[in-house]
């Protein structure tokens, strides 16, 4: 059993910058796909980025390309999310995910039968206009 805790949401300006942690227990960390996922008010879950488990590859949506990095620390049991130049259509709960299987894709991840089996309760992050 994995569990995940998030932190670092908030409320920020447009513009402005956020960095999410997930911290995961146990001491298989190096072994999990790690990934994030957002949900606004009203809309499906989306897949925000996702990382390998040794953090050699990395896949993320369109929608933050370029603005929103994920690494992780396998000596701390801690994935990040580092979100730049924020925009108010991000705001969104932020969720954390894990498994223990290899995914190409964010959508394979995200599927809510077959995907990542592991998930945190979120912390929200709100962007102001």
């Known amino acids: 059993q994995v569990q995940l805790v998030e932190s670092g949401g908030g409320l920020v300006q447009a513009g402005g910058s956020l960095r999410l942690s997930c911290a995961a227990s146990?001491?298989?960390?190096?072994?999990?796909?790690m990934g994030w996922f957002r949900q606004a008010p009203g809309k499906d879950r989306d897949f925000v980025a996702a990382?390998?488990?040794?953090?050699?590859?990395?896949y993320y949506a369109d929608s933050v390309k370029g603005r929103f990095t994920i690494s992780r620390d396998n000596a701390k049991n801690t994935v990040y999310l580092q979100m730049n130049n924020l925009k108010p259509d991000d705001t969104a709960v932020y969720y954390c995910a894990a498994d223990f299987r290899s995914f190409t894709t964010g959508q394979a991840m995200g599927d809510r039968t077959t995907g990542l089996r592991y998930w945190g309760q979120g912390t929200q992050v709100t962007v102001s206009s």
């Open positions: 146990g001491r298989t960390f190096s072994s999990l796909t």
């Open positions: 990382i390998s488990r040794l953090g050699v590859s990395t």
